[in-house]
């Protein structure tokens, strides 16, 4: 089926196409709705964030059941290679995120991709915002969770996809509006001018 069909002058979706992708959205809506009470002792879910991806699938777990399950890093594994803790573990999943301000499982380590330390476990949602380079230094504790590797700490200097962010937090919190928690990518846009330098427009 094809996606976009020209009509005259414009561009059109197909009538088919448009109620799959209705149908689509109504059955996300639903799903998003459902209550997901915790898997250990049955507590009703607020919303979808106690929900965390497994190797057998999505666990539901209560921030009190995390935190009396899953230990807290206290920084076992640092200036190890994330190499040997890929092969030999432990595995993250047996941890508490490094970063969310409430006790939620980690599903994954990361890791310093110039050094290849480990930094600590963090949950789908922290490792995600973190390789993206976007959000991450909008997290209480995210820098001190960087500067975990022992490499860049010495150098005092950010892993090079947090750069960027780390410019554009600097001028949100400077010159944007103060009380802001907007995503920093959408307050500040940044574009190269040449080799080094930016231009910043501040929302």
């Known amino acids: 089926m094809r996606a976009l069909v020209r009509a005259g002058e414009s561009w059109m979706i197909p009538r088919t196409l448009a109620h ?10 639903k799903l998003l709705s459902i209550d997901h009470p915790c898997d ?16 057998t699938g999505w666990k539901t777990t209560c921030p009190a059941c995390a935190a009396a399950t899953l230990r807290c890093y206290q920084q076992q594994l640092q200036g190890t290679r994330y190499g040997r803790v890929r092969e030999s573990g432990p595995s993250a999943s047996d941890f508490l995120c490094a970063t969310c301000p409430t006790p939620r499982p980690a599903t994954d380590w ?8 480990i930094r600590g476990p963090l949950c789908g949602s922290c490792n995600t915002k973190e390789g993206h380079g976007k959000d991450f230094l909008q997290l209480p504790g995210s820098v001190k969770h960087l500067m975990r590797c022992d490499e860049c700490r010495l150098q005092r200097a950010l892993p090079p996809h947090h750069r960027l ?21 959408m307050c500040v846009r940044t574009e190269q001018a040449d080799a080094g330098s930016y231009d910043c427009t501040i929302q």
């Open 165 to 185: 962010a780390a410019l554009r937090r600097h001028l949100h919190l400077t010159w944007g509006v103060t009380g802001c928690d907007g995503a920093l990518h």
């Open 40 to 55: 250990s002792c049955g507590a009703p879910s607020p919303d979808n964030s106690w929900r965390t991806p497994t190797s």
């Open 110 to 117: 990361d890791h310093c991709h110039a050094h290849d330390l």
């Open 20 to 29: 799959i992708l209705d149908q689509r959205d109504a059955e996300e809506r």
